[in-house]
Nanobody
Framework: VQLQASGGGLVQAGGSLRLSCAAS????????MAWFRQVPGKEREFLAALTGSADITRYANSVKGRFTMSRDNAKNTVYLLMNSLKPEDTAVYYCATSPFGVLTVTAQRYDRWGQGTQVTVSS
């Protein structure tokens, strides 16, 4: 599986962005997908994860109610809609896929990563 993240950019606080992550591979529809973010000097932070059938979603407390993860298996793409953005949301955002069939918040449990897309929120 190869992942290609896009959609990052510069936005004012309170604004919105939608990130996309296009995946290749025949098993996308059955794969757990997740979004993480990372700022320099800090560990990669879990944001959201979604099962292959999109029937179970898990969010980090820091983004719950503001971010929504979804997927379109027909397009082999997952999305992260980010609303009410704050300056502290500034980071490089990564999508990832897990070979395990359960949602997990641990970055080490994900084996394929996109290249990252920069999100900058100005105050």
């Amino acid at each position: 599986v190869q992942l290609q993240a896009s959609g990052g950019g510069l936005v004012q606080a309170g604004g919105s962005l939608r990130l996309s992550c296009a995946a290749s591979g025949p098993t996308f529809a059955s794969t757990v997908m997740a979004w993480f973010r990372q700022v320099p000097g800090k560990e990669r932070e879990f944001l959201a994860a979604l099962t292959g059938s999109a029937d179970i979603t898990r969010y980090a407390n820091s983004v719950k109610g503001r971010f929504t993860m979804s997927r379109d298996n027909a397009k082999n793409t997952v999305y992260l809609l980010m609303n009410s953005l704050k300056p502290e949301d500034t980071a490089v955002y990564y999508c990832a896929t897990s070979p395990f069939g359960v949602l997990t918040v641990t970055a080490q449990r994900y084996d394929r990563w996109g290249q990252g897309t920069q999100v900058t929120v100005s105050s």
